[in-house]
């Protein structure tokens, strides 16, 4: 097909042959059509033919096109804003030093895809497009930028994200940096996060409590038990599964074997309650699991009766390690009266306990 029937058969009313046309652009590396191609995404009325169109962009050079895609993130349609990022994306590294010298864009939701784009295309070398978007006056750029460094665990966008929490007075932008420190802090940054927001002192607000009760299961130690003790009650009930989910990883971090009294008690309702999901059960069995209670072989014998196969595999572990001849005994047991994926649970918790 030459030039002039490629044309023609851009701007036909059939589908078949548009998709004909883009083929052939395609196979040939057709550049000359990319203002065509552009048009098609924007304005056809096939969804499988705007599809095509950006795949044909995704695979011939568009290098002397860049300025007419990136114009594609002004665009009133979400469809074309995202298929300009998936075009620049599939580019990888050639189109980074464009996207990058149009950062300056004076629209805040060009300059967001444009990080967008930046990411997409998996270079290390847009690393630093995101820690300039860091200083970025639009809220919104900025928590894009925050919430990329911590997808990517770009440790060295830390301290400016440390310092982008200590002074932000937007919500949403505290708790993009929390998230991200939450990835790439450390103990140092911890610190400094539970001295600004008061946390000893009870003073946290809910929307930051999930972050920060993840930050102290990934960089806390046994000094920092305590902290999450204090907010192991029922007050706290909607952040139970951070809670403990902290706990948990503190705990064995830190190979921490007992617990007071009214902790253990409050996690034996936790495990007992039927108003508890299954994730929070296996989060407060695995604490119960790593400490010594009285009480602990009859709690465990007890929880041996469930028919929950996601709890089965932690309960007979642990009560095998407790009293190995009594766990054997009640599986075989429980086997024997069992059926479907019950018995087939525990059959392959018998395999893996006792290896028959």
Do not use: W
């Amino acid at each position: 097909m030459d030039s002039n029937d490629i044309k023609k058969y851009l701007k036909s009313k059939d589908e078949e042959e548009k998709l004909f046309a883009l083929n052939d652009i395609m196979s040939q590396s057709l550049s000359e059509f990319i203002p065509d191609i552009i048009d098609l995404i924007e304005n056809d009325e096939s969804q499988i033919v705007r599809e095509t169109a950006v795949d044909v962009l995704k695979n011939i050079d568009i290098s002397s096109y860049y300025d007419n895609i990136s114009k594609m993130f002004e665009s009133p349609d979400a469809y074309v804003r995202n298929a300009a990022i998936e075009i620049f994306g599939a580019k990888g590294e050639e189109v980074v030093p464009y996207l990058t010298s149009i950062m300056d864009h004076k629209n805040k939701e060009v300059r967001k895809l444009i990080l967008d784009s930046l990411v997409a295309t998996g270079s290390e070398y847009a690393y630093p497009a995101l820690e300039a978007a860091l200083n970025d006056p639009a809220p919104n750029v900025k928590i894009t930028a925050v919430e990329y460094i911590g997808a990517l665990q770009y440790t060295k966008g830390k301290e400016k994200i440390m310092e982008i929490l200590l002074q932000a007075d937007e919500p949403m932008l505290q708790i993009a940096c929390l998230e991200t420190l939450s990835i790439i802090g450390d103990k140092e940054v911890l610190n400094q996060i539970l001295n600004y927001f008061d946390v000893e002192k009870g003073n946290i607000e809910n929307f930051y409590k999930p972050f920060i009760f993840k930050m102290i299961g990934y960089y806390g130690d046994c000094c920092y038990l305590e902290i999450l003790l204090k907010y192991l009650n029922y007050k706290n009930l909607s952040f139970i599964k951070e809670i403990l989910s902290a706990l948990n990883k503190l705990m064995a971090r830190c190979k921490i074997k007992s617990l007071e009294k009214e902790v253990i008690s409050f996690l034996k309702k936790i495990v007992t309650s039927d108003s508890n999901d299954i994730e929070t059960k296996i989060e407060t069995i695995t604490i119960l699991s790593l400490i010594d209670f009285d009480g602990k072989e009859e709690l465990f014998e007890s929880l041996c009766d469930s028919n929950e196969t996601e709890l089965l595999s932690i309960v007979f572990d642990t009560y095998f390690k407790i009293n190995k001849d009594k766990a054997i005994n009640i599986l075989n047991k429980k086997i024997k009266v069992s059926t479907g994926e019950v018995k087939e649970a525990l059959i392959n918790i018998k395999e893996e306990l006792i290896g028959e």
